[in-house]
């Protein structure tokens, strides 16, 4: 079965502080490929990184950067000095296996307050 | 115009209407996407086109009806909806899985509320 779980479900933090969101996913691909969304209140997903399962290296792009360890099975993505345009609700989703399909975690809205 | 575009943004529509959502894409990818958020519930795939064939279909009630006449548009036939198919209805595309590059990229969506 494949499977996301994000399992905090809202956090809210002030202006400056880091935050990081949990993603643990389920398959039984030996190849596959995660992904994270934001989707602000706009409504659009707008995608942030790839990593595919053959590559753990942690990436770091501006304030973002993503923590990926295969042996926990998870993929977390911390914003260090949030603002509050980092406001919105994050996804996380899994492709694996051979098909145009995206299985999405059911998201972590993130609050930031100045 | 770049990305992927929807309309209309906002659809109000009663139980007996028939609509059509649309949905372009500018950016060369061969798959297309519909999924459904509704509120507190996880993105729901609901069709896949790859290369203008519908390769996945979710167990969509028929009252929802595809139609990919090429690459570039996508639509979502809609009649005799019922109140709880109220909700954000997004459109994706993406290179076919087989050419790797797998992220999909989404419109603003449709928000759509059926009286």
């Known amino acids: 079965a494949q499977k996301v779980t994000q399992a905090q479900t809202e956090i809210s933090v002030v202006e400056k502080e880091d935050v990081t969101l949990d993603c643990v996913y389920e398959?039984?691909?030996?190849?596959?490929?995660l992904f994270w969304y934001k989707q602000p209140p706009s409504g659009e997903l707008v995608f942030l990184i790839r990593?595919?399962?053959?590559?753990?290296q942690n990436e770091i792009s501006g304030r973002y950067s993503w923590n990926f360890q295969k042996s926990t099975s998870s993929f977390n993505f911390t914003i260090t000095a949030s603002q509050v345009v980092d406001s919105a609700v994050y996804f996380c989703a899994l492709h694996s296996g051979g098909y145009n399909k995206l299985i999405f975690g059911a998201g972590t809205r993130l609050a930031v307050h100045p | 115009e770049t990305g992927v575009t929807q309309t209309p943004r906002h659809l109000v529509m009663g139980m007996t209407n028939k609509k059509s959502l649309k949905c372009e894409q500018h950016?060369?990818?061969?798959?297309m996407y519909w999924y459904k958020q509704s509120a507190k519930k996880p993105l729901e795939l609901m069709f896949v086109?790859?290369?203008?064939?519908?390769?996945e279909n979710n167990s969509v009630p028929s009252r929802f009806s595809p139609e990919c006449p090429n690459s570039s548009h996508l639509f979502l036939h809609l009649h005799t909806l019922q109140p709880e198919d109220s909700a954000l209805y997004l459109c994706?595309?993406?290179?076919?899985?087989?050419?790797?590059?797998?992220?999909?990229?989404f419109g603003q969506g449709t928000r759509l509320t059926v009286v």
């Open positions: 086109y790859s290369l203008e064939e519908r390769v």
């Open positions: 398959t039984r691909d030996t190849t596959y490929y």
């Open positions: 990593r595919n399962s053959f590559d753990e």
């Open positions: 994706a595309s993406s290179q076919d899985w087989r050419q790797g590059h797998t992220e999909a990229f």
């Open positions: 950016l060369g990818h061969n798959a």
